[in-house]
């Protein structure tokens, strides 16, 4: 199965400051998303990555707080800018190999965000 | 109500048990149910990947989905203290021309050697 490196794995960050997270894969995927867990919660979907074009938003999640790169087949950066404390959570990165749709879905590690 | 329900836990089993962890959902869209399990600083593995009712196995793990009463199961037997993580569960459909992957809340499993 793929190898799927998320950097950095956790970070402490002023507030207003911007953190950028890398998502890697070492095989070609053919979608990538960026979801955010926090304590007690679901899983939550911020975003489909586009390889080359805009990423595309889930409801209540916009384009100014969380850019999105996807240059490539097999790497995105999720941005979360303007950070503030409820920011503090984790975010993960994951992918789709060989599937139908969007789904079975592969995780990365995830990135350990606190704001202090 | 939410579009998937999971029991919450935590469960704390002695080793060798049988466990059962549970979810309802209330969309009859979905039509895959996925299980993962998640360690403490790692990330979602997924477990157990399903299409449409039935049961399938993978060694001491055991999916079953039942799509007329919208409720999915995970079976773990012989349980070990390895088996102590975070099980999420996860299900997805095609609905309005769009697709999303819809996790529970997931439930804490702790095996007592």
């Known amino acids: 199965s793929a190898v799927i490196s998320q950097k950095p794995s956790r970070d402490i960050c002023q507030r207003g400051t911007s953190l950028t997270i890398q998502c890697q894969v070492d095989?070609?995927?053919?979608?990538m998303f960026w979801y955010r867990q926090q304590p007690g919660q679901s899983l939550t979907l911020i975003a489909t990555?586009?390889?080359?074009?805009?990423?595309?938003?889930e409801s209540g999640f916009v384009i100014d707080k969380f850019p999105i790169s996807r240059p490539n087949l097999t790497f995105s950066t999720l941005t979360v800018s303007n950070l503030s404390p409820e920011d503090s959570s984790i975010y993960l990165c994951?992918?789709?190999?060989?599937?139908?749709?969007?789904?079975?879905?592969?995780f990365g590690d995830g990135t350990r965000l606190s704001i202090l | 109500q939410k579009e998937v329900e999971q029991d919450p836990g935590p469960l704390s089993v002695p080793e060798g048990a049988i466990v059962s962890l549970n979810c309802t959902y209330s969309?009859?869209?979905?039509?895959?149910f996925m299980w993962y399990r998640q360690y403490s600083r790692k990330g979602p593995e997924l477990l157990m990947y399903?299409?449409?009712?039935g049961n399938k196995e993978d060694g001491r793990f055991t999916a079953q989905v039942d799509k007329s009463s919208k409720y999915i199961s995970l079976f773990i037997r012989d349980s070990q203290p390895s088996d102590s993580a975070t099980y999420l569960c996860?299900?997805?459909?095609?609905?309005?021309?769009?697709?999303?992957?819809?996790f529970g809340k997931g439930m804490k499993l702790t095996v007592n050697p």
């Open positions: 994951s992918v789709v190999i060989v599937g139908v749709g969007n789904q079975p879905q592969h």
């Open positions: 990555a586009n390889q080359g074009s805009e990423a595309t938003y």
């Open positions: 996860a299900m997805s459909g095609r609905q309005g021309g769009s697709e999303k992957l819809v």
């Open positions: 095989s070609q995927v053919t979608m």
């Open positions: 399903t299409y449409s009712s």
């Open positions: 969309n009859s869209a979905f039509q895959y």
